[in-house]
């Protein structure tokens, strides 16, 4: 358990602070089984299962019960409390991940770009400073708009190599140097 502190309005109309308390809240297998839809084939065509999940605003800290839902392409977890996304990297199928608003900061240790399809991937409106450790392959889409993120050092063809959108709105960006993306067609900063 932790403790976060949060600004609020007081009746005064000006700022007060108050003290909330972040409660533990790891993912469930009953909260995946609300969330799960999209059934599709999966193997060799004869066998199916559902490869979407949607485990929006549940205040979800923690995401290691999904390894057993190996057949997950789509997956949106916005709006939770997560500040890992390793757990993911089980889900070798995803196509598709938003977790927009939660407590990320980084990269490091992610291991997302040992997701072999991995194409599509927003993390907008969380606390990413740096993009140290950030890569896919075949990732085409990347929003990381409304974080911390001053420089793009790191952000090179090796690592990127599909990348044909990057969304980098709402930062506080003071450079782009070492940005060396050439397939980038779309590249949105303001």
Same mark, same amino acid.
């Given at each position: 358990?932790?403790?976060?502190?949060?600004?609020?309005?007081?009746?005064?109309?000006?700022?007060?602070?108050?003290?909330? &308390?972040?409660? *533990?809240?790891?993912?469930?297998?009953?909260?995946?089984? *609300?969330?799960?839809?999209?059934?599709?084939?999966?193997? %060799?065509?004869?066998?199916?299962?559902?490869?979407?999940?949607?485990?929006? @605003?549940?205040?979800?800290? *923690?995401?290691?019960?999904?390894?057993?839902?190996?057949?997950?392409?789509?997956?949106?977890?916005?709006?939770?409390?997560?500040?890992?996304?390793?757990?993911?990297?089980?889900?070798?199928?995803?196509?598709?991940?938003?977790?927009?608003?939660?407590?990320?900061?980084?990269?490091?240790? &992610?291991?997302?770009? @040992?997701?072999?399809? #991995? &194409?599509?991937?927003?993390?907008?409106?969380?606390?990413?400073?740096?993009? *140290?450790?950030?890569?896919?392959?075949?990732?085409?889409?990347?929003?990381?708009?409304? %974080?911390?993120?001053? &420089?793009?050092?790191?952000?090179?063809?090796?690592?990127?190599?599909?990348?044909?959108? #990057?969304?980098?709105?709402?930062?506080?960006?003071?450079?782009?140097?070492?940005?060396?993306?050439?397939?980038?067609?779309?590249?949105?900063?303001?």
């Amino acid at each position: 358990m932790s403790l976060s502190l949060s600004l609020c309005w007081g009746r005064s109309g000006s700022p007060s602070c108050v003290l909330a &308390q972040v409660v *533990e809240c790891p993912l469930s297998v009953e909260m995946v089984a *609300e969330g799960l839809s999209l059934l599709c084939k999966v193997g %060799n065509g004869l066998g199916h299962a559902y490869t979407r999940l949607d485990v929006k @605003e549940r205040g979800v800290t *923690e995401l290691s019960a999904l390894a057993p839902f190996i057949h997950v392409r789509f997956l949106d977890v916005s709006q939770n409390q997560l500040r890992d996304l390793s757990p993911l990297t089980s889900l070798t199928h995803l196509l598709w991940i938003k977790a927009d608003g939660n407590q990320l900061t980084g990269f490091k240790g &992610q291991l997302l770009g @040992e997701l072999p399809y #991995l &194409q599509w991937l927003s993390l907008a409106s969380n606390k990413i400073r740096g993009l *140290e450790g950030l890569g896919g392959a075949v990732l085409e889409y990347l929003n990381l708009t409304g %974080n911390l993120i001053q &420089q793009v050092s790191r952000l090179d063809y090796g690592c990127l190599s599909n990348l044909v959108c #990057l969304e980098l709105r709402g930062n506080q960006l003071e450079s782009t140097e070492g940005l060396h993306l050439p397939n980038l067609r779309c590249l949105y900063l303001v």
